[in-house]
């Protein structure tokens, strides 16, 4: 199936000179491992994938194939045993504000801070603006999620929606070259969920960010993405990369005959292992 393009938003020039087909992001035979209690886990095995700028590229897969680990590791919070990942063709060692990063859990604000002090707290412990500029950035990338209204509410006040909407606005604010997104919409009922899914898309259609997506949804990875990378089971390893249809393009037949296809892909070999054989 034909995917929509996924070169520079507008005024952004590729990273790396002119060549826009140049990765932001090219992660390149990573092996991911950590440590239990008793048991020294392979999270992923050698997984290779690479996201452009203006990417809304979806890491897709059942529970425990390594994507939230994965994830982690491009925010420069685990190092590969194998493999290398590089952003903007420098090698990720570790966490900076070129990669900001938005959970599945609600409680990711500081209580004792109002919305408009939450998402400048970033911007002024940085040390990138002075505290009147980091309010005006705060402002205005919290208008962008809807939530002028509530820039002086505190944490507690909030639906999980709504504190969702400040998490990304504090990511957003910063300006990163990625927005690392971990299944930010899973604990959401699923009225709110589709309605934050939506409003994710309209700020892409405004700003055109880099985001690298988790989720185990089917429906949500054809809805958010652009790319679509399928990990097998654990240990996570590339099953296949496909592009998804094309934003404002696509039908309800299209939606579904995408997400047999990839239902099928994901457990093909899982099927086929229960069937019964016959003499």
């Not at 393009?5 to 590729?14: L, W, Y």
């Not at 909030?158 to 990511?171: C, D, F, N, P």
Request: aromatic letters at 6%; hydrophobic letters at 40%.
């Amino acid at each position: 199936m034909a995917g929509e393009s996924a070169g520079a938003g507008p005024g952004s020039p590729p990273p790396g000179g002119t060549d826009g087909n140049v990765p932001l992001l090219d992660v390149r035979g990573v092996t991911l491992q950590y440590k239990t209690k008793d048991h020294l886990v392979t999270a992923t095995y050698r997984v290779d994938f690479q996201v452009l700028r203006s990417d809304r590229f979806v890491v897709l897969g059942p529970s425990g194939c390594g994507k939230s680990t994965l994830l982690k590791a491009v925010g420069g919070y685990m190092t590969p045993v194998e493999g290398e990942m590089r952003l903007k063709g420098e090698r990720i060692g570790r966490p900076g504000p070129d990669r900001m990063m938005v959970f599945q859990e609600f409680d990711q604000l500081l209580p004792w801070k109002t919305v408009a002090q939450n998402v400048a707290f970033a911007l002024t412990s940085s040390g990138k603006l002075s505290s009147r500029e980091a309010t005006e950035k705060a402002l205005h990338y919290i208008a962008k999620v809807n939530l002028t209204a509530f820039a002086n509410s505190y944490p507690h006040t909030l639906s999980g929606g709504m504190k969702q909407r400040v998490a990304i606005a504090r990511g957003m604010a910063m300006e990163p070259d990625i927005l690392l997104m971990d299944e930010p919409f899973a604990a959401l009922d699923a009225l709110t969920r589709r309605k934050m899914q939506e409003e994710l898309l309209q700020l892409w259609d405004d700003t055109r960010f880099t985001v690298l997506f988790v989720t185990h949804s089917i429906p949500e990875a054809i809805l958010v993405g652009s790319r679509i990378l399928l990990l097998t089971p654990h240990p996570g390893q590339v099953k296949a990369e496909i592009d998804s249809v094309p934003r404002g393009q696509a039908n309800a037949q299209q939606r579904a005959e995408l997400e047999a296809y990839i239902h099928q892909t994901l457990f093909a070999d899982e099927k086929a292992t229960a069937e019964p054989t016959h003499a």
